[in-house]
């Protein structure tokens, strides 16, 4: 496989632009996130409204298909 067989992105949403620098799978990957929650004495709540989170170019991601670890900028190409 190619990168020239992936001239386009089938993504249109949260990974639109994005591939594997190494076996140019187009997703999913998993990213290292900063996140927020409720954190009660017995606990914590994910799915609460604070249950956001973050990431940014520095973040790690690993491509499902190869492993791949790099970047989330890494993960960003141009369209061609």
């Known amino acids: ?3 020239h067989a ?3 992105s089938p993504n249109t949403n949260c990974l639109e632009g994005w591939h594997c ?3 140019h799978s187009w997703g999913p990957f998993t990213v290292e996130v900063t996140t927020y929650v409720l954190l009660w ?3 914590s709540d994910l ?3 604070h249950g956001s989170h973050e990431y940014d ?3 790690v ?3 499902q298909a190869c ?3 790099a970047t989330v900028g890494d993960f960003h190409h141009e369209e061609v």
């Open 61 to 63: 991601a690993i491509c």
């Open 6 to 8: 992936h001239k386009t």
């Open 67 to 69: 492993g791949k670890h």
């Open 1 to 3: 496989m190619t990168h």
């Open 57 to 59: 170019d520095a973040s």
């Open 41 to 43: 004495d017995d606990g």
């Open 47 to 49: 799915s609460s409204d």
């Open 21 to 23: 620098p190494d076996c």
